[in-house]
């Protein structure tokens, strides 16, 4: 099956590839299914294709949550208050 860019006009084939996402500090490398170019990774994702980066985003963003709650550290101190 082929599919052509609707920008470049190359022939683009349903493939899974290794891209990195990142989000603040994190990063996360997913097998990630789209439309891409024999060379190169700009691919192009579907609605079902993009479910997997959104799964990673969702990820990054609760490991983010755990190391910000992790680092939190409360001022006990009468004379600061």
Same mark, same amino acid.
């Given at each position: 099956m082929e599919k052509i860019h609707p920008e470049t006009?190359?022939?683009l084939h349903r493939d899974v590839r290794q891209v990195e996402y990142t989000y603040k500090?994190? !990063?996360? %490398?997913v097998d990630?299914?789209?439309w891409?170019?024999?060379?190169g990774d700009e691919g192009i994702?579907?609605?079902?294709d993009m479910k997997v980066a959104s799964k990673a985003l969702e990820i990054m963003k609760e490991r983010h949550k !755990?190391? %910000?709650e992790g680092n939190r550290f409360e001022l006990d101190n009468a004379a600061l208050a």
């Open positions: 006009g190359e022939i500090e994190q !990063k996360i %490398i990630q299914p789209g891409y170019p024999a060379k994702f579907n609605r079902q !755990k190391y %910000i």
